[in-house]
């Protein structure tokens, strides 16, 4: 009994003590949770309480409504309304295939696309954008849990082709071309901030916390187009582009003693509202982007420049080598030989061998600083995206040869906007204006953030030179001028017209098929009201300026002068209505008439011509000319020495095939 | 039994823990409840009506002499048995792809918790009753493995392998303070570790959870949030905590939080002086529960209310280490304080036997 009650107490004792050694060690590893709860808690404390504050908000950025862009009377360009878009937590959706499948028959989008959007990531995400309102009324109707609207502000168009390129377009967030996104930073407004509690799945808990700030309404922008001019000039060139079958055109309409731009049209136009079904091309604005030589437009500097030097003066008299004249290694040619011409004639008649002789007597230095001057080579200011500053060399550069061909506007690069405001240089009496599209910006308290005024940016020419310019611009418009098809019974109409050949940047030489036609000019002459400008690029059944971009620039000049309500000129008031005999003249718009100049009413014979030269030699006759092949002219109707008035049509083969 | 007396410090521990628990159970589930059911107090009125339900068995068990659950303890283990099997056939409630309830009207309940009470009373009682074979031969051990890896087979196989694995810690904790010689206890180490180490290595999502507990920041968005999450909300807690409610973590950031993962919540809202408190007021119980054990009139209430003080003890250490990263993710409850019936009651009887052995106790 002792070995059993011994043998217990030895038992006893291992029982015992292992017990407190477990009831020690227990105790003591309820230590160790505890040192790492102290630094967690205290230790690192910051940086987790920093993480937890991160995680459990989060802040959503709510797109503003956009500004407006109206016209100068008020009337809306772009708008923004309210739009609903599709959007899932993702979470909260239960059955996400068919959820995913409900949906496609009412988004247009496959089942498969909106499963995935359905199951990747954790969230919010958008389903669908900017959808129909039926669309949105039947996804209303599902009432699929997780599954919301919310309305967005979609860009809106109202005039849709209506001054595209100007105003540009809005993406899905933020102003892509023209003026919208030039204009971002006010038409934008103010982002809304929200901030939501998060929890663990990323999901937004309900209630949603009021704003932390509000989203601010954008600007209203108020331009200086009117909707109606615009319209005008964008009819006239759409009808005059698409009946030559030029591939592009722009035009340009300027309030002259303001520089406010009150018309920018593009040809071909596009819709803004349905941006993307267009090629990045049709963006484009030419009247900022498309560099162009301006041919014979840019006589009017040189001339401008040679009265202001007092190089030469308007009596002066220059002979102009029958046509043909040489500076260094290079043929500086006239379409129609002249004999001796005055500086109005050199205008008027656009002989380039005139304006050479002229340019060469001013000298390198003189032309390229009233070049300048005129605002070439430089941005206009007029605040649009990406306008381009045009070509122009240093003048310490030029050859002869360089100094030759840019007195008659070929060996620089410009853009019609800048030809137009050098044109309304002349126009305003000599100084140069900076031309604007934007007439004010209004917060939507009505409050004016921004007002652009009339800005003189220097007197080019004196008074005088500018008006004797002027003078001999008109000239341009009457019979016998280059740009009579510009003429407006009873205004007087001074401008230029201006042919040039295309640089073929491929071949590295000037193409013999490509031309870009131009008229710049302003009426009424002594008063000019407004300054337009018009350019054709690549016309195909007629390529001079006087016939393809002065019908254009008469047409949309005549319907903003009668929409302006301008009277005509006092010499003009007896005279209106016009003669029987005038009639026909004004009447005539597609350029297939009567020859009105005596020396060309017969056919002349030009075969063995380039075309440039056959074309050259036709060049005042107006005629409507066809075209077949490539080379040099082998057939020819009407045969030489008939009588002309009905088209031409020419026949070429590359040289010594025939 | 002419009159009950309870031990204080036992019946302090206890409520402490289980108010603390009942708080802060509303307060990690609110909002869970409020999304899944529609009513914040779903979670709530539940574990009120197990605590009140758990308070009176406490002081049920405490009236009843502690021999009674040695006497009947055959009938316990056969019967538990017996649930353990049925729960396995369609009989069982499934949930989270494990089936281990019992749904008996709104309350579904977890015989594997149960299954750790018998498993320390059956010990306590077999091995006190052996006490002169314990330290020499085998053969005495033969019916307690059998019948630890009977259980731990049925429980392993609902799969619930966290409780499986305590199943059978508890009975070599059971082994260790009823004298086994250490020699025995090395081999059944030995024996088991391969077994265990398989078992963990065999499930992939069991690896997933050992490499998140190794560097829980590197599986940020995979095995390791739960952890991540944890930490984050003790650190948010501080000192002194956000305030009751004010936690953000329950707001589904922490799966489990009103679960296994309680104390993160008690860390974020009450801060480190609320993890401190229970982890103190668990102290108390432990070595309150020890003590009872040294005094109990036999060694079946020795080992009885050793194997039971431990059991809870034990539990809480395992637990307060998983959630603080010491420990890889296991899913054992906080006695007293987790969301859970069937946890609350076993906590409850364990609690109310200690107190009749207390009550009984040579040393008072």
Redesign the interface.
């Known amino acids: 009994m002792t070995g059993k009650r011994g043998h217990q107490a030895r038992w006893d004792a291992v029982v015992r003590a292992r017990i407190r050694f477990l009831g020690a060690l227990v105790p003591l590893l309820l230590l160790l949770p505890a040192a790492k709860a102290f630094n967690l808690q205290v230790q690192q404390q910051e940086d987790l309480a920093r993480r937890a504050e991160r995680q459990s908000q989060m802040v959503e950025r709510v797109a503003p409504k956009r500004g407006a862009i109206i016209d100068a009377n008020g009337q809306p360009l772009a708008v923004s309304v309210p739009v609903p878009s599709v959007y899932a937590e993702r979470e909260k959706v239960r059955d996400k295939k068919g959820a995913a499948r409900d949906l496609s028959r009412v988004l247009g989008i496959s089942s498969k696309t909106l499963y995935e959007r359905l199951e990747k990531g954790r969230g919010f995400v958008w389903l669908c954008r900017m959808v129909e309102p039926e669309a949105a009324r039947k996804v209303r109707e599902m009432g699929i849990e997780g599954v919301g609207l919310r309305m967005e502000s979609r860009r809106y168009y109202p005039n849709k082709e209506l001054a595209g390129s100007v105003l540009g377009f809005v993406g899905t967030d933020k102003g892509l071309e023209g003026l919208e996104n030039s204009l971002e930073e006010f038409l934008r407004g103010g982002d809304g901030l929200r901030v939501f509690d998060l929890d663990a799945r990323g999901a937004r808990m309900t209630p949603v916390s009021s704003w932390e700030k509000a989203p601010e309404t954008g600007a209203t922008v108020q331009l200086t187009l009117d909707r109606n001019i615009q319209f005008f000039v964008e009819q006239s060139l759409r009808e005059g582009c698409s009946a030559i079958g030029a591939s592009a055109g722009a035009a340009v309409i300027l309030e002259s003693r303001t520089g406010r731009i009150l018309a920018m049209a593009n040809y071909p136009a596009f819709n803004p509202n349905d941006f993307s079904r267009f090629d990045r091309r049709f963006y484009q604005n030419k009247a900022i982007h498309y560099v162009y030589e301006p041919g014979s437009t840019f006589k009017v500097v040189t001339i401008a420049a040679a009265l202001e030097e007092k190089v030469f003066d308007d009596m002066d008299i220059l002979f102009c080598e029958n046509g043909r004249f040489q500076v260094a290694d290079a043929h500086i040619n006239d379409h129609v030989p002249h004999g001796w011409l005055t500086l109005s004639g050199i205008i008027s008649k656009s002989s380039n061998i005139g304006a050479t002789k002229v340019g060469l007597e001013l000298g390198k230095e003189t032309l390229g600083k009233y070049t300048r001057a005129f605002g070439f080579g430089r941005e206009t200011g007029v605040l649009l995206p990406g306008e381009a500053r045009g070509i122009l060399r240093e003048a310490k550069g030029w050859t002869r040869v360089d100094l030759a061909n840019i007195a008659f506007g070929q060996g620089l690069g410009v853009t019609p906007l800048q030809m137009v405001n050098a044109v309304n240089t002349i126009a305003t009496g000599g100084e140069r204006l900076r031309p604007f599209l934007v007439e004010k910006i209004m917060s939507p308290s009505g409050e004016v953030i921004m007002h652009n005024r009339p800005t003189i940016q220097g007197r080019v020419v004196s008074r005088e030179t500018a008006r004797t310019v002027a003078k001999m611009m008109e000239a341009v418009t009457r019979s016998g001028g280059s740009g009579e098809n510009a003429a407006i019974l009873g205004y007087d109409v001074a401008g230029k017209t201006g042919t040039a050949q295309k640089f073929e940047n491929s071949r590295g030489q000037y193409s013999k098929e490509k031309y870009i036609a131009s008229f710049a000019g302003f009426v009424p002459a002594a008063d000019p009201l407004i300054t337009a400008i018009v350019v054709v690029d690549e016309p195909r059944k007629k390529i001079y300026g006087g016939t393809v971009a002065a019908p254009i620039w008469k047409d949309m000049v005549v319907k903003t002068l009668k929409y302006l309500n301008v009277s005509p000129a006092p010499s003009y008031r007896d005279k209106v209505p016009v003669s029987p005999a005038a009639e026909p003249r004004i009447a005539r718009v597609d350029g297939v008439r009567k020859v009105s100049v005596a020396q060309e009413t017969v056919m002349p014979d030009l075969r063995g011509l380039t075309l440039r030269e056959a074309l050259g030699r036709l060049a005042e006759t107006d005629s409507r000319v066809k075209v077949k092949g490539t080379g040099v002219v082998v057939e020819q109707v009407p045969m030489p020495g008939d009588g002309m008035g009905g088209p031409v049509s020419l026949s070429l083969q590359p040289r010594g095939e025939s | 039994m002419r009159h009950l007396r309870l031990d204080p410090v036992i019946v302090i521990a206890v409520l402490g823990l289980a108010i603390l628990g009942i708080v802060m159970v509303f307060s990690a589930s609110a909002i869970r409840a409020d999304l899944e059911h529609a009513d914040d107090y779903f979670y709530f009125k539940r574990q009120l009506v197990f605590l009140l339900l758990g308070l009176l068995i406490m002081v049920g068990a405490a009236a009843v002499p502690y021999e009674f659950w040695g006497k009947g303890v055959i009938f316990l283990l056969a019967g538990t048995t017996l649930l353990l099997i049925l729960v396995l056939t369609p009989l069982g409630h499934t949930a989270n792809n494990a089936t281990r309830w019992f749904r008996v009207g709104p309350v579904s309940l977890q015989i594997a918790e149960f299954a750790k009470l018998i498993v320390v009373v059956y010990f306590a009682r077999y091995l006190s009753a052996r006490?002169?074979r314990?330290?020499s031969g085998w053969k005495v051990l033969i019916p307690p493995s059998i019948v630890l890896a009977g259980l731990f087979f049925l429980v392993a196989k609902e799969p619930d392998l966290g409780t499986a694995l305590f199943i059978i810690m508890l009975g070599c904790?059971m082994l260790?303070?009823?004298?086994v010689p250490k020699k025995v206890l090395a081999v059944i180490g030995l024996t088991a570790a391969p077994v265990i180490t398989y078992l963990i290595v065999s499930e992939n999502f069991r690896i997933e959870r050992i490499k998140a507990f190794l560097d829980p920041w590197k599986e940020y968005n995979g095995s390791g949030?739960q952890l991540i999450?944890s930490?984050?909300?003790?650190?948010?807690?501080?000192?002194f905590g956000v305030g009751f409610g004010e936690g953000?973590?329950k707001?589904?950031?922490?799966?489990e939080s009103h679960t296994d993962f309680i104390l993160a919540v008690i860390?974020e809202e009450l801060?480190?002086a609320g993890?401190?408190a229970v982890?103190f007021l668990?102290?108390m119980f432990?070595?309150r529960?020890?003590?009872t054990?040294?005094g109990a009139p036999d060694?079946f209430g020795?080992?009885l209310a050793?194997g039971l003080?431990?059991m809870i003890?034990?539990q809480?250490?395992i637990n307060?280490?998983v959630?603080?990263?010491?420990l890889p993710t296991k899913g054992l409850p906080l006695p007293f304080i987790s969301y859970g019936g069937s946890s609350l009651m076993t906590s409850m009887i364990a609690a109310g036997i200690i107190l009749n052995v207390a009550g009984r106790s040579t040393s008072s």
């Open positions: 006490e002169e314990i330290q904790t260790f303070i009823a004298g949030f999450q930490f984050v909300a003790f650190g948010n807690g501080g000192l953000k973590s707001l589904l950031f922490l799966p860390g801060g480190f993890v401190i982890l668990f102290g432990v070595v529960g020890i003590w054990a040294l060694s020795t080992l050793a003080t431990l003890g034990i809480a250490v307060s280490m959630v603080l990263g010491l």
